[in-house]
């Protein structure tokens, strides 16, 4: 601790240079905060999908519909122990930039194959027994400003027509990454405004909960037998397969967010390796001193070490909080990213890079410094 | 009582023994030390001279265990300091040698109260402790009123007592000076050399000192001379 001040008088000889560097790595470790937001948003219906889940789709396209019928003949097959189903809506809610996932659910069985949704008993209820009542997300509760009692329109697009709902419960996700962004409402409802339009009796996707998450193989291919040579073909996967599915429909976001983090990482080893050698070439004479004076040759190392660390991380720390400062303000998509947060674990991470770049980028400049013959560096006084 | 003839002294605080040093440019070998002898007693003040590249800097660098001889022996106060490992010896260094430079070699980011202090913070004092050396030390220098000034804002004079200051503050077994007026103006020169005869007569130091300076070396008690990698009497 006594070498503190001194390895502080050292980085703020030259401000400018200094300031720049940890600059630089504020700015590296915004964008790695942002990027891994972004990844972990994508992501995050991989992340928490339940490994006792499949989802059944229509096998031609997840837009194509499925009958109704097919809950019941879901149910009967072995080791499934419930099938709920869902369909997508798609209204918009004054503007297009609004979006939200609105679904319409089977309000029989949803809860009890998504109990991570966690909504009070009152609520639930208060929501069943109003045929226009509607379940909303916490964040996009909190986004448009709704609470329980109000009255929302939806513009329908492929129900056309206005759509106005109670709003009768909010829900919160149990674990970080669930989906609070969801609006739900009944299946029943849409069912009885559309018998004019299409769609009647069909039912967008269902989800299937499964006894035995080792039998989810068995269970797949059987549903997809059961229901094959039929008018509506199903294509049955977990759900984790069918969010990374939809994940990679944008391309290989992981992919691409490490190519991004690794060049940035690389650049931030070269920026403040640059700054170490420069700071320690400058004073080599200084350096001939302190050893001259008994500071030892494992002193000297930690010195220029420590002037790296704290440049690394202070500008670690300074993107970080802004990342961190940047997603408490929410979804900056308007609902593309539902799940936008930086969690405590990835700032760690963050962090671990930021003091590994410091202590990489240092290395060598104190390894030189460690390594300086004092005659040497006293003659270059 | 200094010495240069090899014989043993039992009062001998410094004790050089067959002292070489060879170095080796390019294909060429120089013998900058030549089978060197030197004893030097505690409160001795001596001055080296002699010609650019006679070893003078060289010596002072083997005294103060900065480099390593050729062969030959260095002891300062019963230990051999010839053969300690790189660690030992930087230990060894904070404990007995003050260092005085012909250019101050004050780190510039540093007050002349941090400059000071640097070596104090190889030790075990406190905070509070190391502050009444530093006090102690930089009044004894005549610079208690400049604790707080950065080297650049002190005269040459001023630097090279700071440095002295740092020299003396951990109340090291001998002072080592490599040129110590070499860029200071006459007046600053004679205070320079004013404060180390008086750290030699009132507080019994030891000093050793290059210079070029024959004003310089009359100060000390005796004056040897660097004459092809070997010490000769001069006046003393």
């Avoid at chain 2, 002898?37 to 010596?59: H, Q, R, Y």
């Avoid at chain 2, 390593?68 to 022996?73: A, D, L």
């Avoid at chain 2, 205070?191 to 000192?209: A, P, R």
Wanted: charged share 20%; hydrophobic share 45%; with cysteine.
């Amino acid at each position: 601790m006594k070498y503190l001040p001194f390895v502080f008088r050292n980085l703020f000889r030259k401000k400018t240079r200094t300031i720049l560097t940890i600059g630089s790595i504020a700015v590296a470790l915004f964008l790695f905060g942002l990027l891994v937001t972004i990844e972990t948003a994508l992501n995050a219906g991989v992340d928490v999908a339940g490994v006792d889940r499949l989802i059944v789709r229509n096998k031609i396209s997840l837009i194509m519909p499925l009958p109704l019928s097919y809950q019941e003949r879901l149910r009967q097959i072995e080791s499934v122990s419930e099938a709920t189903f869902a369909t997508w809506f798609g209204g918009i809610y004054q503007e297009p930039k609004n979006f939200f996932p609105q679904f319409a659910i089977d309000t029989d069985t949803y809860r009890t194959v998504f109990p991570e949704f966690e909504i009070s008993d009152a609520e639930w209820n208060a929501f069943l027994s109003d045929r226009e009542g509607a379940v909303v997300g916490k964040t996009t509760a909190d986004r448009f400003g709704w609470k329980v009692g109000d009255r929302i329109p939806l513009q329908g697009t492929i129900w056309t027509g206005t759509w106005e709902f109670n709003i009768r419960a909010i829900y919160e996700g149990t674990r970080s990454g669930d989906d609070e962004s969801q609006f739900w409402f009944q299946w029943k409802y849409l069912e009885e405004r559309r018998q004019t339009s299409f769609g009647g009796g069909t039912v967008g996707w269902y989800t299937v909960q499964i006894a035995d998450p080792d039998q989810a193989v068995t269970v797949t291919r059987t549903i997809d037998e059961r229901f094959s040579n039929s008018a509506y073909e199903t294509s049955t996967e977990t759900e984790q397969a069918f969010a990374a599915g939809f994940a990679k429909q944008i391309g290989n976001i992981k992919m691409l967010i490490m190519s991004i983090g690794a060049v940035v990482l690389f650049t931030l080893l070269l920026v403040t390796g640059n700054t170490m050698a420069m700071a320690v070439r400058e004073r080599v004479p200084e350096l001939g001193v302190l050893k001259t004076l008994g500071f030892g040759d494992k002193t000297v190392l930690f010195l220029v070490l420590a002037e790296s660390l704290v440049i690394a991380t202070v500008g670690g720390a300074l993107g970080l909080g802004m990342a961190k400062l940047f997603t408490m303000s929410g979804d900056p998509t308007g609902g593309m990213l539902p799940v936008f947060y930086l969690s405590t674990r990835e700032m760690l991470l963050g962090m671990a890079i930021a003091i590994f770049v410091g202590l990489a980028a240092g290395s060598i400049p104190a390894l030189t410094a460690m390594n300086l013959r004092i005659v040497d560096a006293l003659r270059r006084v | 009582m200094v010495d240069i003839d090899g014989k043993e002294h039992s009062a001998s605080l410094i004790r050089v023994r067959n002292l070489n040093k060879v170095y080796r440019r390019g294909g060429e070998t120089i013998n900058v030390l030549q089978g060197l002898n030197l004893d030097v007693e505690k409160g001795e003040f001596v001055a080296f001279m002699g010609p650019s590249g006679s070893g003078k800097t060289t010596l002072l660098n083997l005294l103060g265990g900065l480099d390593t001889p050729t062969s030959g022996t260095v002891s300062v106060d019963g230990d051999e300091i010839t053969h300690m490992s790189g660690r030992k010896l930087a230990s060894w260094r904070a404990r007995h040698v003050g260092f005085i430079f012909q250019m101050y070699n004050l780190i510039p980011v540093l007050t002349a109260f941090q400059n000071v202090e640097l070596p104090l913070l190889l030790t075990k004092l406190s905070k509070a402790k190391r502050k009444i050396h530093v006090e102690t030390a930089l009044t004894l220098v005549g610079l208690s009123d400049r604790m707080t000034h950065y080297p650049r804002q002190l005269s040459g004079g001023q630097e090279q007592r700071v440095a002295i200051a740092r020299a003396i503050v951990t109340d090291p077994t001998f002072l080592l000076c490599d040129e110590p007026t070499g860029d200071l103006d006459r007046k600053s020169a004679e205070e320079i050399l004013d404060l180390l005869t008086e750290l030699e007569s009132d507080h019994g130091k030891t000093i050793l000192m290059v210079t070029h300076d024959p004003l310089a070396a009359e100060r000390a008690d005796m004056t040897l001379h660097l004459d092809k990698g070997a010490l000769v009497e001069g006046a003393s």
